[in-house]
């Protein structure tokens, strides 16, 4: 069993960074995938990176250039957010993504506010 502990939302004005961390607790394996989506109010849950234990990154266009992904020894998960946006504010949700034999199967944290004022 994973747990997924995120912390770093909050309130910036529009221009502003803030970096989110996401802490796993239980066994990590060498092909789980872990990254970050985002819900705003009324819109679907979105993929906004991810990162593998080889450090592959992946973005949805929208944050290229201005999020970053990195992911530490310990398997902590970071998303540094630059140029923030009224756009991007949302709900982030870690994600822990694991191959099993049935397909896959995804953890989720409880998910970290994040508003942009303009």
């Known amino acids: 069993q994973v747990q997924l502990v995120e912390s770093g939302g909050g309130l910036v004005q529009a221009g502003g960074s803030l970096r989110l961390s996401c802490a796993p607790s239980g066994s990590i394996f060498s092909n789980d995938v872990m990254g970050w989506y985002r819900q705003a109010p009324g819109k679907q849950r979105e993929l906004v990176a991810t990162i593998t234990r080889g450090a592959a990154t992946n973005y949805v266009d929208s944050v290229k250039g201005r999020f970053t992904i990195t992911r530490d020894a310990k398997n902590t998960v970071y998303l540094q957010m630059n140029s923030l946006k009224p756009e991007d504010t949302a709900v982030y949700y870690c994600?822990?993504?694991?191959?099993?034999?049935?397909?896959?199967?995804?953890?989720w944290g409880q998910g970290t506010q994040v508003t942009v004022s303009s």
């Open positions: 994600n822990l993504e694991r191959i099993v034999l049935a397909g896959k199967y995804a953890y």
